[in-house]
């Protein structure tokens, strides 16, 4: 089983910013894409962003495209979500998940191993 630790989560007012953070153990983390999802009560749960195995490779959803950058420490087996211009529609709780795959996909069908996940919620 692959451990995943969410963390960076808080309140944040609208239109400020965080970095969410996950560590993983082992070399399944480093070597496969990994994506953040996240989920509100009654909803399913939103694939955000992925990256992929190397680091190069991005995708975002439309509901944080250019407020949100996905990056990644692979010595630290560590993924980040750095995240500005929050509004109240990004509250919600942040999930980091591995791929099935190397390459970035924005398929949720294709996602494994999921952390905890981290409260985000964004208001005045």
């Known amino acids: 089983q692959v451990q995943l630790v969410e963390s960076g989560g808080g309140l944040v007012q609208p239109g400020g910013s965080l970095r969410l953070s996950c560590a993983g153990a082992g070399r399944i983390v480093s070597d496969y894409a990994m994506g953040w999802f996240r989920q509100v009560p009654g909803k399913e749960r939103e694939l955000v962003a992925t990256?992929?195995?190397?680091?190069?490779?991005?995708y975002y959803a439309d509901s944080v495209k250019g407020r949100a950058t996905i990056s990644r420490n692979k010595p630290k087996n560590t993924v980040y979500l750095e995240m500005n211009s929050l509004k109240f529609e990004d509250t919600a709780v942040y999930y980091c998940?591995?791929?099935?795959?190397?390459?970035?996909?924005?398929?949720?069908?294709?996602?494994?191993?999921w952390g905890q996940g981290t409260q985000v919620t964004v208001s005045s």
């Open positions: 998940s591995v791929a099935q795959r190397r390459g970035a996909t924005m398929n949720p069908a294709e996602y494994r191993y």
């Open positions: 990256i992929d195995w190397s680091g190069v490779l991005t």
